[in-house]
């Protein structure tokens, strides 16, 4: 082994970046979200760079990760699992080297993760967004060190650009309690939703678009959605409820958006719930909440649960697991698209390598990327007609901003606490302290 991909030492640094006040399901967003950028410096003086979330459940498992990196090559990315099951603790997750049965299936589906909306929260399911962080940042500085971009160490790109689709919000014009303003006014109607959409076009060029729903109730979003389907005839719908509904409601809407969704994305909550939507009707249902895991792959696809999977390389442990999730689905004629959370440059530029080299990923992906004014990287990417390009400069084909990551880290050690770990409804009790995250469903 050449020791110049011996990894040297790993740099953590957790930061706080400005989002504005998107509504969900939870409640709506923080003004700062915590995300964690991770360096690997190899011996040869190489540095990749990963990034995924950062609160501070993540932090403390990434932590002894980084710790145990140094004198292991960035090759050996297959390694990481292991190593973090070793070090992080917890229960293992399938393919970490021991078979445990269950873990990480989906308990019934009326416990979401409040920081991201993902189903249920288990440790193998916080360990495997920390490991892609790392197989990111060792991807890249392998890459780096070989002159290769990341999607040839995947095995090559099969496209030159990849699609995003325009990710709609309901939002407020302002944080109740402060917090950094932008110019996009509210958008709380059909009209205001029209308008995201119509700007975000004008801005990036999208050509299918995505609304997050289980904010108001059923007959409201519909109505957005047929808005939407009036302005941009023919273009790709998705709506999205983060699981808020009954069967009974999720079959409501089906019924009423039929031939105008492309997908209906996590209507009900949890496998059961979403086989029975499947049954009762035709419009496809898509997830990136009942399948997050690999073992949750079986019983959903065996009860025809989803039709689509949103891949999201936080979840599922990296860019290699992304690629073996699309291999299941392809084998069972499930559909592959992409899930995004907050994110910045790193991540989307780790999207961007993955989904080029997945033949196919039939619909566009989800990104955050236009809601963040903030990043870590030098040069911002820029979404021409909805598509990001596919570099082939080596690595990510990004480069840290360290005054940039220095001013935001700085922001993250002058929190007392309360950003550091996302929390929709405690940011929605600023402005109605009554406010309970919901159960499911809701309606
Ligand atoms: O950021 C949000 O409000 C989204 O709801 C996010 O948390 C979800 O993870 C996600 O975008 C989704 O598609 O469910
Ligand atoms: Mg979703």
């Not at 990196?69 to 293992?92: I, K």
């Not at 990341?150 to 325009?166: E, F, N, P």
């Not at 790709?236 to 492309?262: F, K, M």
Request: net charge negative.
């Amino acid at each position: 082994m050449d020791t110049a991909l011996l990894i040297d030492h790993v740099r953590l640094t957790p930061i706080l970046i400005a989002d504005p006040p998107l509504l969900n399901t939870q409640g709506v967003h923080q003004p700062y979200t915590p995300r964690l950028i991770v360096e690997v410096v190899t011996r040869g003086g190489v540095t990749g760079v990963g990034e995924t979330y950062g609160d501070s459940a993540y932090l403390e498992l990434a932590r002894p990760l980084a710790e145990a990196l140094p004198g292991r090559p960035v090759t050996d990315v297959n390694g990481l699992f292991a190593l973090a099951e070793q070090v992080c603790g917890g229960p293992p997750a399938p393919g970490d080297g021991v078979d445990t049965g269950l873990d990480g299936v989906d308990a019934g589906g009326d416990g979401v993760d409040a920081g991201g909306l993902r189903g249920v929260r288990t440790a193998a399911k916080l360990r495997l967004s920390v490991v892609s962080g790392f197989e990111v940042a060792c991807l890249d500085a392998l890459g780096k060190s070989l002159g290769l971009p990341v999607h040839a160490l995947l095995g090559g790109k099969v496209r030159d650009a990849v699609d995003y689709s325009a990710y709609l919000f309901y939002r407020w014009e302002a944080h109740p309690g402060g917090g950094e303003r932008d110019d996009w006014g509210a958008a709380l109607d059909p009209a205001g939703v029209v308008a995201q959409a119509r700007r975000l076009v004008a801005e990036h060029g999208f050509r299918s678009f995505k609304l997050k729903g289980g904010v108001f109730e059923p007959d409201r979003e519909i109505a957005a959605v047929h808005a939407l389907a009036e302005a941009f005839p023919g273009r790709p719908l998705r709506l999205d409820p983060n699981g808020a509904w009954s069967v009974e409601t999720s079959l409501y809407v089906a019924e009423r958006l039929a031939g105008v969704l492309e997908y209906l994305e996590d209507p009900a909550s949890g496998v059961e719930r979403m086989a029975e939507v499947a049954a009762g009707s035709d419009v496809p249902l898509a997830t990136n909440m009942c399948v997050t895991t690999f073992p949750e792959i079986a019983p959903a696809f065996a009860r025809g649960a989803v039709q689509v999977v949103l891949s999201d390389h936080h979840y599922w442990g990296g860019l290699h697991r992304t690629r073996e999730l699309a291999a299941v689905c392809r084998a069972f004629g499930v559909g592959l698209s992409m899930h995004s959370n907050t994110h910045l440059g790193v991540s989307l530029a780790a999207m961007t390598h993955v989904a080029a080299t997945v033949p196919d990923l039939d619909h566009a992906c989800d990104s955050h990327y236009p809601w963040q004014t903030e990043d870590v990287i030098t040069t911002r990417h820029v979404f021409r007609d909805g598509r990001i390009a596919v570099t082939d400069t080596p690595g990510l084909g990004v480069e840290l901003d360290q005054d940039r990551l220095a001013a935001l880290h700085r922001r993250w050690l002058d929190d007392d606490g309360t950003l550091r770990d996302r929390d929709d409804a405690a940011a929605m009790r600023k402005a109605d302290p009554a406010w309970v995250a919901p159960a499911a469903p809701r309606w």
